[in-house]
């Protein structure tokens, strides 16, 4: 209503926020992409180089990789969760509830180490299975694309629950009343009518995760072990650990401008308001 009744003091109303992002990230956003022009020297070399160089491929190529996995089994197992959220017993729900909301109070860095002594070679899985004399030699579990799948997948399935619970609460219960009228099994009526119908949610989370895990950073920095280098490391090692500032840059602005599309996507298929269910 300020909008449409006073654009102008809507415009003052948003003046604070606009002045303050564009201050925090229009202003570093320039200034990295005017190093990807520049650095080492001015015109598109760094930019050829994304095209050209085996290295920055291979983990262009690794980091879409894993997260088109980790999106994949994350949101198959947030629909799962979001059905028991949305249709389960009052104990289920309840149960659903915490396993969505308890993740959020942990942090992104005691995550990852918590993986780390799980999954390690003297942590409890290898050390358990070692002493019931199921493995002779411990699984490399960590230092490798699996540990980071599964800590990416940990903290990425919370945020994909929401868009499919709303799909799946916004669906005309009287359409799956219709099909069970017309003698369709439970397994045809999901298969055939939940699913589809809650589509828009399964494509909503899919673009969150999608988007989210391409700038993973911590998680793979410590359950890959420097052997699993997703993009946004590649950009740390190139900015702070080699002085080639100018491909960090040109890596940063073609992952910026990738993630943009996206969101863009993202926003075709679903509202904002719609994210937190």
Known sequence: MLGRSNPIGAALFLAPLLLLLGLAYGIPFVGVLKWSFTLPEPGLGQYQALLTDPLVQSVFVRTFRICAFVTIAAVAAAYAIAYIWVRGTPGQRLAAEYCILVPFWISVLTRAFGWVALLSNQGLINTWLRSIGFLSEPLALVRNEFGVVVGMMHFLIPFAVFPIASAMRALDERVLLAARGMGASRTRIFWSVFVPMTMSGIIGSALIVFVFALGFFVTPAILGGGRSVMVAELVYLRIF?????????????????????????????????????
């Open 241 to 277: 650990q080699s002085p080639d500032w100018g491909l960090g840059a040109a890596i940063s602005i073609t992952l910026v401008v990738i993630v943009g599309l996206l969101t863009a996507a993202l926003f075709r298929y679903l509202r904002p308001s719609e994210m937190a269910g």
